[in-house]
């Protein structure tokens, strides 16, 4: 099942900066079974709820669910721009971002033959580069033998890897990671506790988490149930641990469920 619909209401929403809260006000749909929808966490969307949807933000349903852009200009777009924007639509989000980055220099260069740029300023030491996912390579490649590194939250209370725990909003502390390929997208680390995610991950190990409102069926992520945080893989309709010996979490148990990030992988100890 495609959540590609999902990604089109969050992107519209982003923009215009409403909150989950406002759209169900706006929309009339209850919090939870909005944040159920926009999390991938519902089996069917009813058609009127889609529709209040739509007339919250302000789109058309047309462009929601197939992706398709009303056509408010007399732009004709020849064979190559066609090919790239069915290209960009099947990346991830990482993918995606990737390509704007590309596409921003690419543009910078070919601006640069008629307006030369400016000489980059030159940081003193104290300065620390602010790294995101689709830049983190760079840092980590420049200057010969030197690691890069950065600081995100660590948080202090366990998401649960057995029966579910409150998640703290606010971190106690931060943790020190090395800018790499498979740590620039990390957001936050969390501590688990429990050993329903056994053997792959255990008691006390850190995890390395991407900020998401959704995750793809068999994805390890963090979720909250009524309040409860857990470290489970998504099964669609349920929560699944690593360990045979905890059963499923059913998520038509619980009225407020949502996701609030993809896990990358743990920390390793020192």
């Known amino acids: 099942m495609s959540f590609d619909y999902i990604e089109r209401i969050k992107q519209i929403k982003s923009e215009k900066k409403i909150t989950n809260e406002e759209l169900s006000r706006l929309s009339g749909i209850p919090l939870g079974t909005l944040s159920k929808l926009l999390a991938g966490l519902s089996d069917s969307v009813k058609l009127s709820n889609m529709i209040n949807i ?29 090919r790239l924007i069915e290209e960009y639509r099947r990346l991830d989000n990482h993918g995606k971002e990737l390509l704007m980055l590309i596409a921003g220099k690419e543009r910078e260069r070919v601006s640069s033959a008629e307006y030369p740029a400016a ?42 890897a057995g029966i579910g725990e409150h998640l703290d909003e606010n971190a106690n502390e931060s943790v020190s990671i090395t800018v790499s390929e498979s740590t620039a997208s990390a957001d936050f680390a969390l501590r688990i506790s429990g050993n329903s995610m056994e053997p792959k991950f255990h008691d006390g190990d850190v995890l390395l988490v991407q900020n998401a409102e959704s995750v793809e069926v068999g994805e390890q992520g963090i979720f909250i149930l009524d309040g409860s945080g857990y470290f489970k893989v998504y099964g669609g309709d349920c929560l699944i641990s690593l360990n045979p010996e905890y059963g499923r979490i059913m998520l038509k148990d619980f009225e407020n469920v949502s996701c609030i990030g993809r896990v990358l992988g743990r920390l390793k100890k020192r």
């Open 119 to 160: 000489p980059a300023p030159v940081f003193t030491r104290e300065v620390k580069p602010i790294v995101t996912a689709p830049i983190a390579q760079r840092y980590k490649d420049s200057g010969a033998g030197r690691v890069t590194k950065r600081t995100i939250p660590l948080y202090d209370l366990p998401v649960s």
């Open 54 to 82: 739509c007339d919250a933000l302000g789109c058309s349903l047309d462009y929601v669910v197939s992706g398709i852009p009303e056509n408010t200009n007399n732009f004709t777009l020849d064979g190559n721009e066609i």
